[in-house]
């Protein structure tokens, strides 16, 4: 399957990845290039991740990658991963 990264995705990826380059360049490379691994690991097995707790759809899953949540679909007859989701995972966000 081919891996298609929205821009909002890239976007927000891109200021995460920013915020921590202020402190530690290094990890921020580091965090990126891990993630894109990640996302590139998708295409063998789209599926392996579990359903997302955003979206009541089979084909919508969530990648948990260090503390964030990553959200793609699945679009079978096009062959294709899109990734369009990246958000910090909260245990609980309407807590105080």
Known sequence: MKI???ASFREKVNQQVD???RDKP???RKFKNELLEQLNSISDMPYKHRKSIFFDQ?????LIFKGYIVVYRINQP???VEV???T???EN???D
Request: no cysteine; glycine share 8%; proline share 4%.
């Open 88 to 90: 910090k995972y909260e």
């Open 84 to 86: 369009f989701g990246f």
């Open 19 to 21: 915020f921590i380059a």
């Open 26 to 28: 290094g990890v921020a």
């Open 93 to 95: 966000p309407f807590h």
């Open 58 to 62: 089979e084909e919508t899953r969530d």
């Open 4 to 6: 298609k990264i929205t």
């Open 78 to 80: 096009e062959n294709v």
